[in-house]
């Protein structure tokens, strides 16, 4: 049974392998009702996180818990959390519906729900089909089922978008939209910042282990820095109108002046104001996909949609938040 919270904490979760500190000092929370982003470059730590929430790598320090409760205390835990982290783990010589019968059965879940599973993830005309002749997209959508089976209150998904054409990525969206829209929680991988920016509300961004980044996804984009450079006749009387007016301002090498904060139109106003001659003008602006890079610190990576309902857990109708 759900208890209402599908709550993600994260508190001082740490884990070394050996000399590597793969995870450090972790702290978030991932709420319900929204698709949280866990973002970060290849080797930042985030499968090492997921396993460590899912109880199947013990931390070095620190706790992840799902409803108040780490994995393993998890009364039931197939209908609290259902996890994908390696989507190409099938028997290739079963069928989508033999594959999900055989999680149904180890997980004590009734037979209907893998008929129902299949139709959630679009699989119910590719049932009897062999897993090992699926399109990795297809795989995918055979992952989430075997995640779905138990009804959860919450979705793990490590890199659900991998290899996925962008209609797939269009699928995903919708449904895990629609899956967090019934009140639910999905927290999901990607190393892809533009594979998910139209997926995720919230975004919890690491680099080398460590949290850069939580928040809002509109909160990054409002840090995203616009800045203008101007050459002007009297550079110092143009900086102190501008300093006045409030902006950031830097001197280039090259005798220009960057303006923080302000377009070229903002400051060509002030100047003309101000009776000060420009003789050049040019606009700046800092992407998402720039900005993750600074928060990463140059340790790379880069975030795409639709509509589906989803049932509130506990069958409570739509929307329902707890
Ligand atoms: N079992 C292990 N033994 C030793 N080192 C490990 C182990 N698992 C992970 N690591 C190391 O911990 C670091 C974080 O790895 P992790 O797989 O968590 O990163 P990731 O962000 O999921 O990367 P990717 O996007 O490439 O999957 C890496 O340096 C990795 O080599």
């Known amino acids: 049974m759900h208890d209402g919270s599908g709550r993600l904490i994260v508190q001082g979760l740490s884990k070394s392998f050996g000399p590597v500190n793969a995870v450090q000092d972790l702290n978030f929370t991932v709420r319900p009702g929204s698709v949280t982003g866990f973002l ?32 393993h205390q998890l009364p039931n ?12 783990s099938f028997h290739p010589g079963r069928t989508a519906r033999q ?14 729900q893998v008929d129902r599973a299949l139709e959630l993830v679009g699989l119910s005309a590719a049932a009897k089909r062999k897993a090992g002749a699926f399109s990795l ?3 995918q959508r055979l992952a989430l089922a075997t995640a779905l089976l138990g009804d959860p209150q919450v979705l793990v998904l490590d890199e659900p978008a991998n290899g996925l054409d962008p209609e797939g990525i269009a699928w995903l969206r919708n449904f895990l939209k629609a899956f967090a829209a019934s009140g639910r929680t999905v927290l999901m991988s990607s190393h892809f910042l533009r594979e998910i920016e139209h997926t995720v509300d919230q975004l919890v961004i690491i680099s080398r282990g460590r949290c850069v980044f939580d928040g809002h996804l509109d909160q990054l984009r409002a840090a995203q820095r616009s800045r203008a450079f101007v050459q002007a006749a009297d550079p110092s009387k143009l900086v102190d109108k501008l300093q006045e007016a ?4 830097e001197y280039l090498q090259d005798g220009r002046i960057a303006v923080t904060g302000a377009d070229s139109r903002a400051v060509a106003d002030l100047a003309l104001e101000a009776g000060i001659a420009l003789y050049g003008m ?3 602006r800092i992407g998402l996909e720039q900005l993750f890079f600074q928060l990463t610190n140059g340790q790379y990576t880069s975030v795409q949609q639709h509509g589906a309902q989803w049932p509130a857990p506990d069958g409570q109708g739509f929307g329902g938040n707890a």
């Open 137 to 139: 997209g297809m795989r």
């Open 246 to 249: 409030g902006y950031g301002i």
């Open 282 to 284: 040019q606009d700046e």
């Open 77 to 88: 835990p197939a209908t609290v959390v259902g996890a994908v982290l390696d989507a190409q």
């Open 99 to 112: 594959h999900l019968r055989c999680y149904a059965a180890a997980m004590n879940v009734p037979d209907a």
């Open 40 to 71: 970060g470059p290849n080797g930042s730590g985030k499968t090492t996180t997921l396993r460590m929430l899912l109880g199947l790598v013990t931390p070095t320090a620190g706790t992840a818990t799902i409803n108040g409760l780490p994995f």
